[in-house]
């Protein structure tokens, strides 16, 4: 019956495709054409020339050291693990070798290679590591059996022409076909969502098909199998849902969670782990494929996204930790230089990517790279300027978005996005800042040592739920110190925040400013934050309003996760002799009590240093607010956390109230001169001038007596508006939002 | 009387001197044929010129912004002390930039500036801030007054001719006289000391001396104030003695702290900052008083000591803090561009100082900046090659000292050297171990933020008595909790370490042996580290023998202040509720208890990452050994230490006993490519296989089966005794004090 079928999609395929039945190869990611074009071009562009010899003496390495095929036993980090991972990368540029160099000892290692397999597969049962949702074969989880077969499919192109009918045969009756039906109708679960996961089986079980000339596998591939018959809300071993409403395949992991803006609802760090499979296939489809038109597949999202992603990276060019994210994954992953030269080559050409190659330093070795070594060799790179942006979340971008606000070397990150599946944080109007590459207020990232067996075989680690998931571990509101939506996934998953204004355009003066009604029943947050650089300052200061109207009193939590060392505080505190736990659940119970005090009406101020930079933070408070210095690290018997320090403004029994702060990167330290310049606020006050709920305004005053006011409308988001309000007697007209005064006597 | 003393004086030096009194201006650092050559070779190294257009620039900014001579108000760190500061480093550049562009603004800067403070100084009370155990006018302490003067001496003498000799006159009698007196005679207690303190003070009253022709003045400088009648054993707020027997001045401050090797008995950052008044009152006594041979003094210590202090940074240049010190100072300090222009220029020429001088990337503006320019633009650099070196500590080199074992990335600092003065800590056979530059075993360094005013001053905290200074801060045993000498500074002083072997001549086998048996009574220590490179490992390991005979039973506790994260243990172990300190004083008040558990006979490990890279320790333990896990912060209300970690190895109720590790650097990790290569320990055991008053033998046994042998003589060094030992039945053979037998089936 499925034979039957097949024959007659192939028969289908034949009608609409042309060449099908007499397919060359490599037509995947190489093709014929390509390869000749690129033989021609060798010696001619250095940066191809220097990847090419890279890739050469790496593989000339492997080939010297033997092909070792382990039988599948280890987590991540584990030897048999990593030895997979390093054949299939090293098939696919053994391939590529082959094509380019037209050497065949390439050839014949990737085909012994392939027959390894070919002879271990058949005889493999489930991975022993028991973990997955969706136990893999060669490795603990389908996922990585798709990682395998998304490189090994590319080497298995690039060497097709070089195998015996009766070589080729033998490889896909035992080896692929098996292999691709495996991850796919063996593992519905896997292959039939919306998630990185998915994408990466998709494009697996296509890439595959493309090369073997089996459409069956192609359509499974971008439309996902058809009756699968999932459990609604059922969910994976990482608490995500395995099925959602709609589509599957490829297209609907196009559709769903990427924004029109680009922006891919898992955030940066899963989108570069996505965006290998997305274009690497998409590439393929645009060549075997041509008439999907997949790189301009809703409003050409895939080759936008890029630009993106890059743009969600600090100065040094690493992804701010949105949601599960590592530290430290930057544009220079092998998956960012696959991005940038595809988006370069099959897009327009946009000479900034060229800027991003020559810091990475390599190419493809395909069409892309090649394209991209001959653009910058005849001087068509651009620098890359990272602006201020505001990305939408959500397929139709209707589920809030993401805002970098930048200048000179400060970047502020302010969330507002979805839940972002199952790697989601419950992080509402959370943000983070950075000062020239280095955190100055940190989002902890994920609680994890990807692919470090010792720490829990590189998995999540479960203080990735107790603590780095929590809200507590993000700088934005705590309610009855409990996460946002109860840190229910189920839940947050039903919502989203709200933009409500957005103001990039004047470099001088940033705003933006978005809303939460769902994450606390009762509770609407509001959130402003504004980048501005007056001429008082050397550096712009930062001012964040976040107001809050709640149908009952509560406690409310606001933290900051300051990094470095306290140099001064204008609040008195103690420290006790013992450190306690702050509390017991929602990621309370990883934090020691330091030190706390009660403030007086007025302004707290915190003053510490990093990286030798001086930073202070001042916040309005209330008679009773309590400050909490807090320590990471309770109830952490394995040392999966780090030590990290967090200031906590405590308000108790209140209902409506709003929160207040100015954060100055004011001055810096040089431990080889010796000297500190400016090393103390030059703010002596902030105040709340108005609260209405039509209307915030808050003032600062500098220690030279001039003052500086924000007028925000609460309500009314529209540009247009006029807006007329009395402050200190004097009258305020603005049109829009907000309107800032700068400081004056 | 004293006036005529002084006539007395001149008319001596006139007989031994020739032309003092026709003396030329410049004469100090600059001299008028030097300021010719210089002219001469402007335009010609793109070095001096650079050195120049920079501090061209300051200046002029400088002399655009104006002159502001403050009241003295504030610590260090404060206002009036920072802007002091600032104007004598502007005077002494202006001063230059007048005799090599012969532009009269610079000069009439600096001749306004210099009235300015003479009207100024003549009002001056003590300065209101009362730490000091010496007061000072202009600055908190008479050591920042005589800054002042060493670098005002030489603007002073180059605008000396451009001056009127009614101007001169006002300014010595009313500011450089009294100024100079009140530094010395007026201030005995801080100019008759051995102590860097004095350094600056003697320079200071000799520069201003050799300006204005005023011998009594140099006399003074060289050779101390002669009945001074301070009180022995007195202190300073330091709580160093003020005066011990012997000789004071310039000289006494060259014969006492400088070793024969040129090792600095106070440790590298405090030769760091005597080195600008030792050898710029050097030059000056080069310049104007040739006949004291000042640059071949004892075996030319000066120069030799320049290269001694580039030895003891790390592979970034950063000096090792030994004793107080602050971590990040570094080569490229401007006290070094000073050290080593003219280490080159008054030395041999030594082709690896270009190297510095290059990487500085400024040169002094005088004659030796320009010999070095000269040289390197003549492409006469060399590689500086920092090797293992070992330096002996004291006046003659009788007092221990300080050994750096260097091999491919990885640098052991071995300290068993003297009390090194008032800034010396109870560190008797510590250790700190770095990689590329970063540390991977660190010393705590000084608990000071210098210039930071909000942290007491800029001065050092309390905490630098009760934590940095404590023997529990540092990698070296502590017995019954207490510090070696007791924490007494009049005690450690008496005592000092010895060496009992060095080996450093071999590259791939470094060993440093050193005894101790003062730090406690009845406990004798012995410490031996070897550096060693292997075949069986890609980085060497580093093998740590602590043998401890004692008259009694102790309590030993063996700490290694590891930087970085927990990775693993091969140990179990409990982590407490809540956090308590781990004892009430010599520094265990400041370390919480994280977690602890109790050894079995056989290894101890921990593995850790830092900065990407692992690391394990691994040692042998006894029965009941238990390992406490701590966190730096207790009983720290201001925040003002680091929250680091530390592993302690306890083992009570001993008595003779040795504590065996073994440090392998041994992989690595990239947060971009999430590759992690050899994560774990290759050492499966580590054994004591003879422990003898005689001999002491340990074997290491790798993964691979294969096992080495490091064999010590523990009473015999002498490189030609010949030793016979039997270790599992095999017998070894061999010569001098320590034998190692490399891995073998």
Redesign the interface.
């Known amino acids: 019956m499925r034979n039957q079928q097949k024959t007659y999609l192939l028969f289908v395929s034949l009608l609409i495709c042309t060449g099908i039945g007499a397919q060359e190869h490599p037509n995947l990611i190489l093709t014929k054409s390509g390869v000749e074009s690129i033989r021609k071009n060798l010696g001619t562009t250095s940066l191809f020339d220097s990847s090419l010899k890279t890739v050469q003496n790496a593989i000339d390495k492997e080939i010297a050291s033997g092909i070792d095929v382990p039988i599948p036993k280890d987590y991540s980090?584990g030897y048999t693990h990593?030895r997979h991972k390093r054949n299939f990368l090293a098939m696919q540029k053994a391939g590529v070798l082959f094509q380019i160099l037209n050497d065949e000892k390439y050839a014949v290692y990737v085909r012994d290679m392939l027959f390894s397999y070919e002879s271990l597969y058949k005889t493999l049962p489930l991975h022993p590591k028991e973990r997955s949702y969706a136990r893999g074969k060669l490795f603990w989880q389908c996922l990585n059996d798709s990682n395998w077969l998304v490189y090994t499919s590319q080497a298995y192109d690039c060497i097709y022409e070089f195998l015996s009918k009766k070589e080729r045969e033998m490889l896909e009756k035992n080896l692929f076909q098996p292999f691709a039906d495996f991850i796919s109708v063996e593992n519905p679960q896997f292959f039939n969502r919306v998630h990185n996961h998915s994408t990466w089986g998709n494009a697996a079980v296509g890439m595959i098909g493309l090369v073997m000339g089996d459409d069956e596998l192609v359509d499974r591939a971008l439309y996902g199998i058809k009756d699968a018959n999932l459990k609604l809300y059922a969910k994976d071993n990482d608490g995500g849902f395995i099925k959602t409403e709609g589509k599957a395949g490829f297209l609907a992991n196009l559709d769903e969670p990427f924004s029109p803006d680009g922006y891919y609802t898992e955030g940066p760090y899963y989108q570069r782990y996505a965006m290998y499979p997305f274009l690497i296939f998409a590439v393929g489809l645009h060549n075997a494929r041509p008439e999907l038109k997949i790189f301009e597949y809703k409003d050409s999202v895939l080759l936008k996204s890029v630009k993106t992603l890059i743009n969600l990276s600090d100065k040094d060019g690493e992804f701010f930790p949105i949601n599960d994210a590592?530290?430290?994954?930057?544009i220079?992953?092998?998956e960012l230089t696959t991005a940038v030269d595809i988006a370069y080559h099959y897009g327009i050409k946009d000479p900034e990517l060229l800027d991003i190659a020559q810091k990475q330093n390599r190419v493809l070795l395909d069409d892309s790279g090649m394209a991209v070594a001959k653009a910058i060799s005849q001087g068509r790179a651009k620098p890359f300027l990272k602006k201020s942006v505001a990305y939408s979340d959500g397929p139709k971008g209707e589920k809030g978005g993401i805002s970098v606000l930048r200048q000179q070397d400060l970047e502020l990150v302010f969330k507002y996005t979805a839940q972002g599946l199952s790697h989601g944080h419950y992080d509402k109007l959370s943000f983070m800042l950075y000062e020239d590459g280095h955190e100055v207020i940190q989002d902890y990232g994920m609680a994890r040592?990807?692919?470090?067996?010792?720490?829990g075989g590189g998995n999540y680690l479960k203080e990735n739920k107790t603590w780095a998931k929590q809200s507590i571990a993000h700088n934005t509101l705590v309610v009855n110190e409990t996460s946002h939506f109860d840190g229910k996934y189920e839940l947050g998953s039903k919502y989203h925040s709200q933009r409500f204004f957005s103001k990039t355009s004047d470099d001088k003066v940033q705003v933006v400013s978005a809303k939460e009604g769902s994450a606390y029943p009762g509770v609407v947050m509001h959130r402003t934050v504004a980048m501005i650089q007056s001429k008082e300052f050397d550096k712009p200061m930062l001012l964040d309003v976040f107001k809050v109207n709640a149908n009952k009193k509560n406690t409310y939590d606001f933290p900051i996760h300051f990094m470095g060392?306290?140099?001064?505080t204008n609040f008195e505190?103690?420290?006790p002799?013992?450190?306690?736990?702050l509390g017991t659940k929602n990621g309370y119970q990883h934090l020691?009590l330091?030190?706390s005090g009660i403030s007086k009406k007025g302004n707290g101020k915190l003053?510490w240093?990093r990286n030798n930079q001086f930073y202070t933070w001042t916040s309005t408070t209330k008679e009773g607010d309590v400050f909490l210095?807090t320590?990471l690290?309770?109830?952490?018997?394995?040392?999966n956390l780090?030590?990290d320090?967090g200031l906590i403004l405590r308000r108790k029994e209140s209902q409506n109230t709003l929160f207040v702060s100015v954060i100055e990167a004011h001055g810096e330290?040089s431990?080889?001169?010796?000297?500190?310049s400016n090393?103390?606020s030059s703010i002596l006050e902030l105040a709340i001038e108005l609260d209405t709920d039509m209307y915030t305004a808050i003032s600062v005053k500098h220690k030279n007596g001039k003052r500086a006011i924000l007028l925000l409308s609460n309500q009314d988001p529209s540009p247009e508006t006029l807006h007329k309000q009395k402050i200190n007697t004097k009258e305020h007209q603005w049109k829009g939002p907000c309107h800032f005064v700068d400081f004056k006597s």
Chains 1, 2 share one sequence.
């Open positions: 980090g990593e590592q530290k430290g994954m930057s220079f992953s092998r040592f990807v692919n470090i067996e010792q720490k060392q306290v140099i001064q505190y103690a420290a002799g013992t450190l306690e736990t020691y330091e030190a003053t240093m210095f320590r690290g309770a109830n952490d018997p394995e040392f780090r030590r320090a330290y431990p080889v001169t010796e000297l500190s090393s103390t």
